[in-house]
T-cell receptor, first 108, second 110 residues
């Protein structure tokens, strides 16, 4: 069955404590993997698109990587303003499927 | 460039009523998708429109419908509202593979 999972479900970090979020997928014919950030009560904000295994994208403290079965979102020296839910989504065929998200809290 | 806009931002309805939500995509984007987001189910795909035609549809009952106009603006309609329809309804417009989301419409069904 095609699916997208994310781990951990929730993550609490101290400011400056680097970590990684995981997005695993089991789909055929991946066309792209997307990372979004969502703040409470708002729409998801686009972060990255990855298309092929080995690809990496960076933006400020965030770096996304992609393998054939999973993607990682690395957060380096996070700040409290990085607190949000991070969603990954997979585009395959005509489908665009979101994972359940990882709720990140960064404490000052 | 203006982002995706959705109106209204908040709605309160009672069971059995119907509701229409509106979405204006980013200028130049011809594809519009709709999602329902709830705490229990996460983001679930409703349907996608491209050039006024429904291109893809999720697994929702026929009470959920949509349309797209020639200017790419889209509306979704939910008839005979149920309590379980309470959710954040998100619209996304895209050009190519990447979807850009609006702020959502928070629908509460009493």
């Amino acid at each position: 069955e095609d699916q997208v999972t994310q781990s951990p479900e929730a993550l609490r970090l101290q400011e400056g404590e680097s970590s990684s979020l995981n997005c695993s997928y089991t789909v055929s014919g991946l066309r792209g993997l997307f990372w979004y950030r969502q703040d409470p009560g708002k729409g998801p904000e686009f972060l990255f698109t990855l298309y092929s295994a080995g690809e990496e994208k960076e933006k400020e403290r965030l770096k996304a990587t992609l393998t054939k079965k999973e993607s990682f979102l690395h957060i380096t020296a996070p700040k409290p303003e990085d607190s949000a839910t991070y969603l990954c989504a997979v585009n395959y065929g005509q489908n665009f499927v979101f994972g359940p998200g990882t709720r990140l809290s960064v404490l000052p | 460039k203006a982002g995706v806009t959705q109106t209204p931002r908040y709605l309160i309805k009672t069971r059995g009523q119907q509701v229409t939500l509106s979405c204006s995509p980013i200028s130049g984007h011809r594809s519009v998708s709709w999602y329902q987001q709830t705490p229990g189910q996460g983001l679930q795909f409703l349907f996608e429109y491209f050039s006024e035609t429904q291109r893809n549809k999720g697994n929702f009952p026929g009470r959920f419908s949509g349309r797209q106009f020639s200017n790419s603006r889209s509306e979704m309609n939910v008839s005979t509202l149920e309590l379980g329809d309470s959710a954040l309804y998100l619209c996304a417009s895209s050009i190519g593979d990447t979807q850009y989301f609006g702020p959502g419409t928070r629908l509460t069904v009493l």
